[in-house]
């Protein structure tokens, strides 16, 4: 579970509906990076809670252009510069073989650095101080994390999401 | 989004009729396009016949690619398509067209383009040009391709393609009546598509083998039937995300064709675009490294004298386009880029089938011939006039579906 704010409010739903009009009313009213738990993927709520996309599609595609070359260039030193060997009277360089490898590599590498940068993205890392917020929040329950540094922010953030039908209410960092 | 502008029902939108000034295109391009057919034939009748061929080839993989895209979606039970399936639907009324432009070119034009007989006679005398294959097997690959058995073949493959396409269409167009009977139609249809699927799978590439392959009579690949596949389901998804789109600037239908619908449309044509290049490189890159004579002329002859040229326009407009086009999130449902991408592809097939025909006949690319412009005009008409007279007698939404809503609200996901 990713770390949670120092100082904030945690709501929790028994209706992924409510969840999402509650994180999109907190975002419209000015409440940043909030956060939201799920027992399953719920498509449309990153829009709503102003999350933009990550940096993880460029990592990707960087692994996926450093792979794919890496494998290529395996295959041209072993088969051109270290030893080359006339196999069938083609050319020592037959790029055309070489590219279910050059393909094969590429998405291998990608494959692996999107897996891993989506931990690091998700500050999913291993960690001692990670708690779980409530068990059934891989069952049944939605929960909102809104951070609200002073008592003003906190106070309007309970009153948002009293508002739209949260059914518990915890706040952080007392 | 979620939880957003749900719907309960859709509004059904009724028929929809072309409009007249479309209409009159159609009839004008059949009419121009037999004109420029019968020019075609009088100058030059070779190369008639090669266009011919290339014509029949592109509009017949779009009929039977509508009755495949609509048996995919049944067999998978795919509920975002409900709501564009019935497009899909409309486009196999052209298979009786295409059963007739077989039969001329069959019958009429088999003697021109296909030299099976003489090609297989003469590699007997040689003792044979295959390595393998003993003198047997080129008798029975002699009588596979012969004129009086392929269009044996075509006709009963057109039998079961029509059959099926009959039967799926009118179980999908009977439940709009009664929609109680949504359901069980539904699973009668799974049933049907199934059977089809499997059917069509022998049947298309046997079809491509006897009229595409049997052009380079001595040569074969084991990947043809699939090759032509990709081609028919790249062309076929982008013809339907083009209906797709003319069918939003409809205001009845309009509220049916939410942004999901085009989103999965494009994400289709980025994949099967994939799949086209996977299947070509395969092919190749097998011939390129396996080297052996009986497999090679038919690469050799179509990447020399400007061939090579044709030949590397195929990636880049079926692969590199539709891949880097609709690669970017916001960009896979912009109309805008649909429509230019799937022109592209669309130009990149009738380039795939000009590369696989052309070169048997012509040493470097030559134009098409005017009889290959007039027939895919008359054609194009053919095939527009077919999906004016599917969509004028039907609603064009399956109304009857129990899926209908689902799709249309996106709660699929």
């Not at chain 1, 999109?24 to 027992?39: C, I, M, R, S, V």
């Not at chain 1, 829009?47 to 290529?72: C, D, H, N, Q």
């Not at chain 2, 067209?97 to 019958?107: A, E, K, R, T, Y």
């Not at chain 2, 669309?346 to 009889?371: E, R």
Request: charged share 15%; glycine share 8%.
């Amino acid at each position: 579970m990713a770390l949670l704010p120092k100082k904030g409010l945690v709501a929790f739903f028994n209706d992924p509906d409510d969840l999402v009009h509650a994180a999109a009313q907190a975002h419209e009213e000015g409440f940043k990076n909030l956060d939201a738990y799920t027992p399953y993927p719920i498509h449309g709520i990153e829009e709503v809670m102003g999350i933009k996309r990550s940096w993880i599609p460029k990592a990707a595609l960087g692994a996926l252009i450093t792979g794919a070359s890496l494998g290529f260039l395996l295959q041209y030193w072993t088969h051109v510069l270290d030893w080359p060997i006339n196999i069938g009277g083609k050319p020592l360089n037959a790029w055309p073989a070489y590219m279910v490898i050059v393909f094969e590599s590429g998405v291998l590498i990608a494959a692996l650095t999107n897996f891993l940068s989506m931990f690091v993205a998700c500050r999913l890392l291993p960690n001692a101080f990670a708690k779980t917020l409530d068990d059934d929040l891989t069952n049944d329950r939605f929960a909102l994390v809104i951070p609200a540094k002073t008592e003003e922010m906190q106070q309007e953030a309970a009153n948002l999401v009293q508002r739209m039908g949260a059914d518990e209410i915890r706040v952080l960092g007392k | 989004m979620h939880g957003h502008d749900l719907i309960t029902e859709v509004k059904d939108p009724g028929p929809v009729r072309i409009s007249k000034g479309l209409m009159g295109g159609f009839i004008v391009a059949i009419i121009l396009g037999l004109l420029l057919v019968i020019d075609g034939f009088a100058s030059d009748s070779v190369r008639a016949w090669q266009g011919l061929l290339l014509s029949y080839m592109f509009f017949l993989m779009l009929g039977l690619g509508g009755v495949v895209f609509t048996a995919i979606q049944y067999v998978a039970s795919a509920r975002w398509s409900v709501a564009v399936r019935r497009f899909a639907e409309g486009m196999a009324w052209f298979l009786p067209f295409g059963l007739l432009i077989f039969l001329v070119i069959s019958i009429g034009g088999y003697g021109t383009l296909y030299d099976v007989e003489s090609t297989l006679r003469e590699s007997l005398g040689k003792g044979g040009v295959y390595h393998n294959n003993s003198s047997n097997d080129l008798i029975t690959k002699g009588f596979f391709l012969s004129q009086p058995f392929v269009v044996v073949k075509g006709i009963v493959f057109y039998a079961i393609w029509g059959g099926m396409a009959f039967l799926i269409l009118r179980n999908s167009l009977s439940s709009d009546k009664a929609r109680k009977e949504g359901e069980r139609l539904k699973q009668k249809n799974i049933k049907l598509s199934i059977a089809f699927l499997i059917l069509f799978g022998y049947t298309f590439s046997i079809h491509c083998i006897d009229l595409l392959m049997a052009l380079e009579s001595k040569w074969f690949s084991t990947m043809f039937g699939v090759y032509c596949f990709s081609g028919l389901f790249l062309s076929t998804t982008c013809v339907i995300a083009l209906i797709t789109l003319a069918f939003r600037r409809v205001p009845t239908v309009r509220p049916a064709i939410t942004h999901r619908q085009l989103y999965d449309l494009g994400t289709w044509i980025m994949a099967f675009s994939c799949f086209m290049c996977y299947i070509g490189f395969s092919q190749y890159m097998l011939i390129w490294y396996a080297n052996i004579p009986e497999e090679t002329f038919y690469m050799i002859a179509r990447s020399q004298n400007g061939w090579g040229l044709v030949f590397v326009l195929l990636p880049l407009l079926k692969w590199i386009v539709p891949f880097a086009g609709l690669m970017p999130q916001p960009f896979r449902g912009n109309p805008t880029v649909i429509v230019i991408v799937c022109l592209l592809v669309l130009t990149g097939q009738f380039l795939d089938l000009y590369w696989m025909i052309y070169p048997v006949f012509n040493s470097s690319p030559v134009f098409p011939g005017t009889a290959a412009i007039g027939s895919f005009l008359a054609l194009l008409g053919v095939f527009g006039i077919c999906l004016n007279q599917a969509y004028s007698r039907n609603s064009v939404l399956p109304m009857g579906d129990p899926h209908l809503v689902m799709s249309v609200n996106g709660s699929y996901l």
